[in-house]
């Protein structure tokens, strides 16, 4: 599996988006129904659809953010055959950062729960991919605090 990461790329290529959340200073992460792993909400692009609306879209069905600012950080590729790639072809999608301020009661979607961590979890559904985009948003993230 390897993980890339680029400045831009052409908006046709973009298959995903791919939300890195905090709320009050913690870690956001999604618990799917299905699984015993958290991961980072995200998904899909839909057939013409803005990236930056899938990303307000997956952001609102997986977590029940209903407040929140949302910036993109980068444009990252996975190459390698996994859970949404079988042919393991070169796949991007565009990484973002939410500061979620509201969540609703209710999350309607495949997540059973979501959980806010001081720390990351050790736990993830993509263990070669999700640890190098927080790793890609905290080293971007820290060029502009210096």
């Known amino acids: 599996m390897e993980v890339k990461f680029y400045d831009s790329i052409k908006d046709g290529l973009l298959k995903f988006a791919v939300i890195i959340s905090k709320y009050n200073g913690k870690w956001v992460f999604c618990k799917h129904k299905e699984r015993d792993t958290y991961e980072i909400p995200g998904g899909h692009r839909e057939e013409n659809e803005d990236i930056f609306d899938t990303a307000k879209r997956e952001l609102t069905e997986e977590t029940g ?18 859970r949404v790639n079988m042919t393991g072809e ?14 609703s009661d209710e999350i309607d979607s495949e997540i059973e729960y979501v959980k806010c961590f001081d720390e990351l979890p050790t ?24």
């Not at 953010?65 to 996994?82: D, E, M, Q, R």
């Not at 993830?124 to 210096?146: A, G, K």
């Open 90 to 103: 070169e796949t991007f999608g565009m990484l973002f950062f939410a500061e979620i301020k509201l969540f």
């Open 123 to 146: 736990s993830w559904t993509y263990p070669l991919i999700q640890p190098c985009l927080i790793e890609e948003y905290q080293r971007r993230v820290s060029v502009f605090e210096i």
């Open 65 to 82: 953010a209903l407040k929140f600012s949302l910036s993109p950080i980068c444009v990252y590729s996975v190459t390698g055959k996994n």
